[in-house]
């Protein structure tokens, strides 16, 4: 369930702003008429609305994560060491490094905002061991085209995931849209993560790394799993694993786990009781968070509909 704070209270607004994110130092101009902040926590990714009730002046310390935002409404400004950096209703923007402090001047503001953990972020980008971090390199995305995709995926994700009781409590579903929004993130920004496999991810792309993995994956789909386990359970690196699937099985780890999962379901579909079981709760229970396109998945699969096999049990 969404975390809700709303107070007018600066003193309590700065504790749980400091408790959150970071110390900042509050400087209000005019009425002040509070700050509301909705909150959900994901694997590795906080989705958050914050409401601004006034017009203010906050200077943040740095808040360990990587903070992209889109302004709904009114208009915000953030300064740091590179200038300063005016947004209006529907603008997708960096607000901040994990590691750098900054200014924001809000004016009656709505943003949405997704705080994410840079480990997420290394593993979507599939950094291996002893690599350095990847690293957003502008506060803009590369294209108005790639911030209104951004916006997209935010706002189906908080439609479809966090507003829905069934799908928000299933630890498959919550990581797997949290590594989607990250995914996005990558895309829409540019960034320092390398692109295709090194020599030795190419000489680790074996059929031993491909039998590792697979074994790994058929064990363990009810775990909610990313490339980096899987690449680490095989003893490679993320890119290594991504390849040796791509080589073998024309796949991908994730792909691979996502049929796995389809197999488990379909097997729990055959053996439940349809008085009793619902398809959204067996796909919710294997990380299928779309109803309709785990329909799709199956029908491709199985050559009938999921809710015939449930129906028709054995």
Request: aromatic share 8%; no cysteine; proline share 7%.
């Given at each position: 369930?969404?975390?809700?704070?709303?107070?007018?209270?600066?003193?309590?607004?700065?504790?749980?702003?400091?408790?959150?994110?970071?110390?900042?130092?509050?400087?209000?101009r005019?009425?002040?008429r509070g700050?509301r902040?909705?909150?959900?926590?994901?694997?590795?990714?906080?989705?958050?609305?914050?409401?601004?009730?006034?017009?203010?002046?906050v200077?943040?310390?740095?808040?360990?994560g990587v903070?992209?935002?889109q302004?709904l409404?009114?208009?915000?400004?953030?300064?740091?060491?590179?200038?300063?950096?005016?947004?209006?209703?529907?603008?997708?923007?960096?607000?901040?490094?994990?590691?750098?402090?900054?200014?924001?001047?809000?004016?009656?503001?709505?943003?949405?905002?997704?705080?994410?953990?840079?480990a997420?972020l290394?593993e979507?980008?599939q950094?291996?061991?002893?690599?350095?971090?990847?690293?957003?390199?502008?506060?803009?995305p590369?294209?108005?085209?790639?911030?209104?995709?951004w916006?997209r995926?935010?706002?189906s994700v908080?439609?479809?995931v966090v507003?829905?009781p069934?799908?928000a409590?299933?630890?498959?579903?919550?990581?797997?849209?949290?590594?989607?929004?990250?995914?996005?993130t990558?895309?829409?920004?540019p960034?320092?993560?390398?692109?295709?496999?090194?020599?030795?991810?190419?000489?680790?792309?074996?059929?031993d790394?491909?039998r590792r993995?697979?074994a790994?994956?058929?064990?363990?789909?009810?775990?909610?799993?990313?490339?980096a386990?899987?690449?680490?359970?095989?003893?490679?690196?993320?890119?290594?694993v991504?390849?040796?699937?791509?080589?073998?099985?024309?796949?991908?780890?994730?792909?691979?786990?996502?049929k796995v999962?389809?197999?488990r379901?379909?097997?729990?579909?055959?053996?439940?009781?349809?008085?009793r079981?619902?398809?959204?709760?067996v796909?919710?229970?294997?990380?299928?968070?779309?109803?309709?396109r785990?329909?799709?998945?199956?029908?491709?699969?199985?050559?009938?509909?999921?809710?015939?096999?449930l129906?028709?049990?054995?």
């Amino acid at each position: 369930m969404p975390v809700v704070f709303d107070s007018a209270d600066l003193d309590v607004v700065s504790a749980f702003v400091r408790d959150g994110y970071a110390s900042a130092r509050w400087s209000p101009r005019g009425e002040r008429r509070g700050l509301r902040i909705s909150q959900e926590q994901l694997s590795g990714l906080r989705l958050e609305q914050v409401t601004y009730r006034m017009r203010i002046d906050v200077d943040v310390e740095p808040m360990g994560g990587v903070y992209v935002g889109q302004a709904l409404d009114g208009e915000v400004a953030y300064r740091d060491r590179r200038g300063e950096r005016p947004y209006r209703k529907g603008d997708v923007f960096l607000v901040a490094q994990p590691d750098e402090a900054f200014h924001a001047t809000v004016d009656d503001s709505d943003v949405r905002a997704a705080m994410i953990d840079p480990a997420l972020l290394d593993e979507v980008a599939q950094i291996g061991p002893g690599e350095r971090g990847v690293r957003l390199l502008a506060h803009e995305p590369v294209s108005v085209a790639a911030g209104a995709a951004w916006a997209r995926v935010y706002a189906s994700v908080a439609s479809s995931v966090v507003d829905s009781p069934v799908l928000a409590g299933s630890p498959l579903v919550r990581a797997h849209t949290a590594r989607l929004l990250a995914a996005v993130t990558l895309v829409t920004f540019p960034h320092t993560a390398r692109v295709g496999p090194t020599p030795v991810d190419d000489h680790d792309a074996h059929p031993d790394t491909l039998r590792r993995a697979v074994a790994f994956i058929e064990s363990h789909p009810d775990r909610p799993l990313g490339v980096a386990d899987v690449a680490a359970a095989a003893f490679v690196t993320p890119r290594a694993v991504q390849l040796a699937f791509r080589r073998h099985l024309d796949t991908t780890p994730m792909g691979y786990l996502q049929k796995v999962r389809l197999d488990r379901a379909h097997r729990d579909l055959i053996a439940a009781d349809p008085a009793r079981t619902t398809v959204t709760e067996v796909a919710t229970r294997w990380g299928f968070g779309h109803p309709s396109r785990f329909a799709t998945s199956y029908r491709a699969a199985y050559g009938v509909p999921p809710s015939r096999t449930l129906r028709e049990r054995r």
